[in-house]
């Protein structure tokens, strides 16, 4: 009897995880673009944090930022919005993405930044609600892609994706495990908050 409803419990929680997976996929379809050059219009790139270690961005991080400085030199945005944690003074996301952005040749002017984006949910929110962006492109690795889209559409952007994956990454098969657990949480908290409001 207990081991039918130990395989109960995985196939239902593997049913889960195959069905957010399946509605995060389809939210993006034909919304992730390779080519800078065709891009719908949109006004700001949201760079979403991924660690820094001395002060330095992880490699993961770089090339988010490298891959949106290039979107706001081949003029397809005018803001990048840097966003990522803050959470105490001895760990601040944002402030280094800025300097790195700064360091590659975007002007101060054209950088905002969001020290209270903790997660994807997080800056999806803020986005909208405090720095008023509608028509966005999300600028992060293909294995984030999809949720990142389908977080910020469901708070009401119009985004679309720009894919930042420019080499091997270390500890990629855990990121790409830990996103399905991601994905389930955040279509359950999305769904809570819905019912919530």
């Given amino acids: 009897m207990l081991w039918r409803a130990t395989l109960l419990t995985l196939a239902g ?27 719908p219009a949109v ?59 700064i360091r590659l040749g975007v002007p101060p002017s054209a950088i905002l930044t969001d020290p209270a984006g903790y997660s994807t949910y997080d800056t999806c929110r803020r986005a909208g609600e405090v720095f008023n962006l509608r028509e966005v492109v999300l600028v992060t690795q293909r294995y ?22 420019r080499r091997a990454y270390r500890g990629m098969a855990w990121f790409q495990v830990r996103e399905w657990g991601a994905t389930l949480n955040a279509l359950i908290r999305l769904g809570v908050e819905r019912l919530a409001g």
């Fill in 43 to 101: 006004r700001a790139a949201i760079v979403f944090g991924a660690g820094v270690r001395g002060g330095q961005p992880t490699a993961v991080l770089y090339d988010r930022i490298a891959a949106a400085v290039d979107l706001y030199k081949a003029g397809a945005v005018d803001v990048l919005l840097m966003s990522g944690d803050n959470r105490t003074p001895y760990y601040d996301e944002p402030a280094v993405m800025r300097r790195t952005a």
């Fill in 144 to 165: 984030h892609l999809d949720r990142a889209i389908f977080t910020c559409k469901a708070f009401g952007l119009d985004a679309v994706g720009y894919p930042a994956d």
């Fill in 13 to 39: 929680a593997l049913l889960a995880l195959l069905t957010a997976r399946a509605v995060t996929a389809l939210t993006a379809r034909g919304l992730i673009y390779d080519d800078p050059a065709v891009l």
